[in-house]
């Protein structure tokens, strides 16, 4: 790559730097600041002295084991069993808050499973931790395809010569022009448990079978709520992005799949599709980039509620860092999650440049 | 950036010529009434008022919006730029105290010794803040929902008991009538839940944290008494007598006026709303579960920060607004509890007969300040998770240990907040 | 058989039209219930909530919502705050990062992979998570006006664009956009002695219709809908404050419903604005580069 005609320190280095320069101002340096709260018990509000703690946060984070818990037996050595038949164990409190077991004291259990007669249990130092890590990755997993398929769709729709589609193109944009704290607020009202919009448009279009649900209510239709919601916001924001990458594309390939007489399928598979590659690469990254930033609509709509079902790293952060003033704490999950998504980049980077040569 | 220079640096000029030379010395002052007009006025009053009665100094207002002043006043505090003069909640109050954001108010207690106990922010023995208001909670109901149901009317010498108040929440059930027996504004969870709701648990004989030491919350938040408060608080949305953390903000503001619910735990602040929707609401004091009946207390309050120059301008200016006229003027205004029993007898709604003066009543004999300790604002955060997660079904024993568990920790974290 | 086909297109031509209806309402519904609501009283608005009538102009419409909202809170202020700092900071924006991706993309220089990687790198760091350490930084920043120098930059518009105006998204953008560009064209105009800013002007810009007009359209909505907590511990006086801020001042102890969606509504009318502005540029640059769909 390295020709004479590109070559050039000087001129790199000036066009990069200011850039470089506030980046390294304005986001590296307070980044650091913070990795190095994470190592000390900085507080956000207190006259005590700021003292280095080492790992200690990330422990506290961090902190996993798993206990296998005996059946409670009657006299003759029976295994005990509740009204419905189920094996009553002993509560997990008895083994946590013992002093028996000082390795496992301030430990909450996060999940369980049955071997045999006996249970394993998983607990944690920190369960709501925990469950803020299985919820920002099951956020990413739906969210990464449902947004950028979904944007993708509406890119190539709304790429269609016909009168009118300026004014299609717009609405589908407009969701992004409003704040989403606002859609947030918006859309409490609109999931509403018992009289809700969405509750009474699905009532309707069922010819009232449909029994209304507590969308943000319910442990196991919180966390879809707020995906569906967020997909639906943001939608807009990545179709633009595939419709500017779809200008790139070269119209001669178009006229040559036409005269090929290639079917729509073919021409976006063999033309449009290789031809938004970069695109593509852009539109995944920030997908999954925003979505581990998850935050606006948890603290407006859930709060993390309910039992916990939509807290998510970032709002553990913020809770945190300023709610319990646990400035250390806060950074230690954000020096978490930059970690663990630097992984993840590199290797969604190493499998997109595989593919290129495959 | 030199466009930017400019910009700015034209802006700043502007700014700048607008206000006149004083001679006076400024002092600032912050205010959590940002949008609220009536406060705005009030406050606006009291300081031209106070500006104009000498000639030492002049207090500028800059006022905040509620939700976050919290938050402004903490990043203010970390970049060395707090004002003169700083109103906080009071609850907070200590944490500011013990992290040297405010100092001791120089004031003459003799001046405020008339003052309701909740109205006054005293830490390690020292006076740091005084309110112009106290707030309080009441059981809301109509007369007509008592007479229909066949209860009795609850008084302050003779509240409910815990068995009546459920015994009327299963009346109101069975009638059929409402959405919900009882509606506590779960979707408020903000410092709402501890201000609500910890006197429930005071009242089954409990607490956020032991206040003894405050050292610790084992026993307080997890003992038998707790674990009762935390059976009868789920026992409240598991059989539906109240709806739960998802309720939507138009039910909570709406659903006592439209008849929804049968009772509603709310603050005074909505009283005078509710009044003119409901001819015949009534504002019932708190059920008591076996220790006393009990309400949060301890509003917004004003103080002298740490860093400020002039601590007795500061000071002359809170003794200048606490004076009766000003208590009666935002009781009038916003239907709040006048600090004063003199005051109180000035006002709309609080003097003698008055609609709103079993409120007075309330927060003198029942009102209980939240935990008084530089911890509280930790302990409040874990607390109102607890309660919502308690309401949305999690085990009682495991969430309250938890509960414990985290506040100890962070007491020990902090080396005991001071105590 | 003429005759068929005709019918045919005209039934194709409708269902794409009704496909294309049919996802706007989707996209619609939660904004008209916003400007809808934003004529009605209070007490109505919620009670509509649970029926349609909540995307009708029904029952007791006026703009007292508005008069009330401009007297809760200097909108004017705001707005003009808000479209200030986006202005400026996206303009900033825009020079500097596709400056760095041509930068990054064209030009070989020692460390390139490194830095780009790094920048590339900030992506992941929520802003919620710097701010506080941010916030030290800069209320201990010099700044050299008119009147010499002051150090500290709180409750000033400049503490609200300078942290702004580059990040790695817009730089990004840029890269991968830029990285689609014919690069003989390039070699052919150094071959021929044009200079790199002349390469960038001349020939990169005016190529680069689509990713400015995107990414002058997403950093404008971040700097315009987003800045919430930045202005809050970094502003104290209200005439530096922006529209999200403002927003707080419709949330009393009891929400004042219809008029946050009377001031809804009307700080989304120059961000909407501005799109349909953006859009123009959008699809003129489509056409000058001759790209059918």
Excluded at chain 2, 49 to 64: H, L, P, R, Y
Aim: proline residues 5%.
């Amino acid at each position: 790559m390295a020709t004479k005609l590109t070559r050039s320190n000087g001129a790199g280095w000036a066009f990069a730097l200011p850039g470089v320069f506030l980046i390294a101002m304005f986001i590296i340096v307070p980044f650091l600041f913070g990795f190095w709260f994470s190592l000390t018990n900085q507080r956000l509000v207190s006259p005590n002295p700021t003292q280095f703690v080492g790992i200690e946060n990330y422990q506290n984070l961090l902190g996993l084991a798993v206990i296998t818990i005996e059946p409670e037996r009657d006299d003759k050595g029976q295994v005990v069993r509740d009204d419905k038949g189920e094996i009553a164990y002993p509560r997990v409190r008895t083994i946590t808050r013992s002093d028996a077991y000082p390795q496992y004291s301030g430990m909450r259990e996060w999940f369980r499973w049955q071997w045999g007669d006996n249970a394993n249990v998983v607990i944690a130092s920190d369960v709501v931790f925990m469950k803020a890590l299985a919820n920002t990755f099951i956020f990413v997993l739906f969210i990464v395809p449902l947004q950028g398929g979904g944007a993708l769709l509406l890119a190539l729709l709304i790429n269609q010569k016909l009168r009118g589609i300026n004014a299609f193109r717009t609405i589908y944009f407009m969701p992004v022009v409003i704040s989403i704290v606002v859609i947030s607020l918006l859309w409490r009202f609109i999931y509403d448990g018992s009289d809700g919009l969405l509750n009474n448009i699905l009532n309707v279009l069922s010819f009232g079978l449909f029994q209304p649900v507590d969308w943000l209510g319910r442990t196991d239709t919180a966390l879809g709520a707020i995906i569906v919601m967020s997909a639906w916001q943001a939608v807009g924001f990545h179709m633009v992005i595939w419709l500017s990458g779809l200008q790139t594309i070269p119209p001669t390939l178009y006229e040559v799949a036409a005269i090929e007489g290639a079917s729509g399928w073919q021409t976006f598979r063999y033309v449009t599709w290789p031809g938004l590659r970069n695109t593509a690469i852009l539109v995944l990254i920030v997908i999954t980039m925003q979505a581990f930033a998850l935050f606006s609509q948890i603290d407006v709509m859930t709060k993390g509620g309910p039992l916990d079902a939509t807290q998510t790293l970032v709002f553990q952060a913020v809770e945190r860092g300023y709610g319990k003033q646990d400035i250390s704490g806060g950074s230690a999950i954000s020096v978490i999650l930059f970690f663990m998504v630097l992984a993840i980049s590199l290797t969604q980077r190493f499998l997109t440049r595989e593919r290129k040569y495959g | 950036m030199k466009k930017l220079t400019i910009i700015t640096s034209a802006l700043l000029i502007g700014t700048a010529l607008g206000g006149p030379a004083l001679a006076q010395t400024e002092l600032s002052m912050w205010y959590h009434g940002a949008g609220n007009e009536v406060e705005g006025k009030l406050i606006g009053q009291i300081v031209s008022d106070f500006n104009a009665s000498q000639s030492d100094w002049t207090v500028v207002v800059e006022s905040f919006p509620q939700e976050s002043y919290n938050d402004s006043v903490t990043a203010a505090a970390l970049a060395g730029n707090l004002p003169d003069i700083l109103d906080m909640d009071g609850p907070n109050m200590p944490n500011w105290a013990w992290a040297g954001y405010v100092q001791p108010l120089p004031i003459d207690e003799a001046k405020v010794a008339s003052f309701l106990p909740g109205t006054k922010g005293i830490w390690d023995g020292q006076l740091y803040s005084i309110g112009l208001w106290d707030a309080a909670v009441a059981l809301y109901a109509r007369k007509s929902t008592l007479d229909e149901l066949g209860l009795r009317v609850p008084t302050l010498d003779a509240p409910w008991t815990g068995e009546e108040f459920m015994a009327a929440l299963d009346a109101a059930k069975a009638s059929g009538k409402y959405e919900y027996a009882f509606d506590l504004g779960m979707n408020d969870m903000g410092e709402w839940y501890p201000y609500a709701f910890s006197p429930f648990l005071q009242s089954f004989g409990g607490d956020i944290v032991d206040r003894s030491t405050y050292k610790t919350a084992e026993g307080a938040l997890n003992g038998d008494a707790a674990l009762a408060f935390g059976a009868w608080w789920q026992k409240l949305f598991a059989e539906g007598y109240a709806p739960g953390t998802s309720e939507s903000p138009a039910d909570q503001t709406n659903g006592f006026i439209d008849g929804s619910f049968a009772f509603q735990w709310n603050g005074n602040w909505r009283a005078v709303a509710t009044m003119a929707e409901v001819d015949d609401v009534m504002f019932l004091p708190a059920p008591d579960f076996g220790n006393g009946n009990k309400i949060g207390g301890g509003s917004w309050q004003f103080g002298v920060s740490a860093t400020s120059d002039n601590p007795e301008g500061a000071a002359a200016f809170i003794e200048f607004a606490i004076q009766d006229t000003y208590l009666a003027a935002f009781s009038d205004a916003i239907g709040l509890v006048p600090s004063t029993p003199s005051a109180a007898q000035l006002t709309e709604n609080y003097k003698e007969g008055g609609p709103l003066a079993v409120f007075f009543g309330l927060s003198n004999e029942q009102a209980l300040l939240r935990p008084v300790t530089p911890g509280y604002v930790v302990q409040a955060k874990v607390f109102t998770k607890a309660l919502a997660d308690i309401a949305n079904g999690a085990d009682v024993a495991d969430t309250l240990d938890a509960a414990v568990d985290e506040i100890d920790a962070d007491i020990q974290k902090n080396d005991g907040y001071g105590h | 058989m003429a005759e068929i086909s005709s019918r045919n297109r005209g039934l194709r031509l409708f269902a794409r039209y009704l496909v294309l209806a049919l996802v706007a309402v989707v996209f619609m519904f939660p904004l008209v219930f916003m400007v809808v609501s934003s004529f009605k009283p209070d007490g109505q608005l919620l009670a509509d909530t649970s029926s349609f009538r909540a995307f009708l102009p029904v029952g007791d419409i006026s703009l007292d919502n508005y008069r009330a909202a401009f007297e809760r809170a200097p909108i004017g202020q705001f707005m003009f705050n808000s479209v200030m700092i986006t202005m400026v900071t996206v303009t900033l924006s825009i020079g500097i990062c596709s400056l760095a991706g041509f930068s990054f993309v064209f030009l070989d220089w020692s460390g390139r992979g490194v830095i780009l990687s790094i920048v590339l790198a900030t992506l992941i760091i929520p802003f919620e998570t710097i701010a506080v350490p941010l916030l030290l930084v800069v209320s201990r920043l010099p700044w050299v006006g008119l009147d010499g120098v002051e150090w500290g930059w709180l409750n000033t518009y400049r503490v609200q664009i300078v942290p702004w105006i580059v990040d790695a998204l817009t730089i990004f953008l840029f890269v991968q956009y830029f990285k689609d560009l014919p690069r003989e064209l390039i070699e052919a105009a150094r071959v021929e002695g044009a200079s790199w800013l002349q390469v960038y002007a001349r020939i990169v810009m005016p190529l680069s219709g689509p990713v400015l007009a995107t990414a002058a359209i997403l950093k404008s909505l971040k700097m315009y809908n987003e800045q919430y907590l930045w202005p809050l511990i970094v502003v104290q006086d209200e005439a530096h404050r922006p529209i999200m801020v403002g927003l707080g001042y419709f949330f009393q102890l009891n929400v004042a419903w219809g008029e946050l969606m009377a001031y809804l509504t009307l700080i989304s009318v120059p961000v909407l604005a501005f799109y349909l502005f953006m859009q123009r540029a959008f699809i003129a640059s489509i056409a000058s580069t001759g790209v059918k769909g």
